[in-house]
């Protein structure tokens, strides 16, 4: 595999249940970021990783837990999730960390939905 | 805090024809992007922009970036239908934080 993967690309939950969201990188990047999508919003940043180091979480619900066990892997952990968290959500890469100064590559994103 | 805005958000045009999509971001920055969304696809990157000046271009696309205006467009010369997508510009944004701040984007729908 190349570039940036994401699964599942396709997710329907409960309110109740827990999910989790994985995204890979083979571009030998450092930082990993995880975005939100959704139809009425601009694109919305919600963590970064720099060398497995939390260095952003953008208010993000707690309901919503990240975890990067290293520089390729990026997980969401979801768990009691709101109908209003049904969205696109968007892995990305760059190879430099601090101040996001390199182009990003994006994941193809896993569509969430929450019933 | 670093705002984007990019308009228009919405553009029907004809093949052939030219047109400028625009990019303003209210606080100083040196680093732009431009990003391409398809329908049900993921973000491509298609320019980026490092100082005051800047011009980028690839095929029909054009980007430029003027840091003392605060402004970036992207010009499309004689549409073509597979141009059709979302652009987004994204602004870095310059205080120490790990992060780009995007527009809202802008819908091109080019008609046959």
């Known amino acids: 595999e190349t570039g940036v993967t994401q699964t599942p690309r396709h997710l329907v939950m409960g309110m109740t249940n827990k999910k989790s969201l994985k995204c890979e990188q083979h571009?030998?990047?450092?930082?990993m970021y995880w975005y939100k999508q959704s139809a009425k919003k601009p694109l919305e940043l919600m963590f970064v990783?720099?060398?497995?180091?939390?260095?952003e979480n953008n208010s993000v619900p707690s309901r919503f837990s990240p975890e990067c066990p290293n520089s390729s892997h990026l997980f969401l952990h979801l768990h009691t999730l709101q109908p209003e968290d049904s969205a696109l959500y968007l892995c990305a890469s760059s190879q430099r960390p601090g101040r996001g100064t390199d182009t990003q590559y994006f994941g193809p994103g896993t569509r969430l939905t929450v019933l | 805090e670093l705002k984007v805005e990019q308009n228009p958000l919405f553009l029907s045009m004809q093949e052939g024809k030219n047109y400028t999509i625009y990019c303003n971001y209210s606080?100083?920055?040196?680093?732009l992007y431009w990003y391409r969304q398809d329908p049900g696809k993921s973000l491509e990157s298609l320019f980026v922009?490092?100082?005051?000046?800047a011009v980028k271009q690839e095929g029909r696309l054009m980007a430029s970036l003027d840091t003392k205006a605060r402004l970036s467009t992207l010009h499309i010369t004689a549409a073509v239908h597979d141009l059709s997508a979302t652009y987004f510009c994204a602004v870095d944004s310059f205080a120490g934080q790990d992060k780009i701040i995007f527009g809202k984007g802008t819908r091109l729908h080019i008609l046959p």
């Open positions: 922009l490092l100082s005051n000046g």
């Open positions: 990783y720099n060398f497995k180091e939390q260095t």
């Open positions: 571009l030998g990047h450092n930082a």
């Open positions: 606080t100083t920055s040196d680093r």
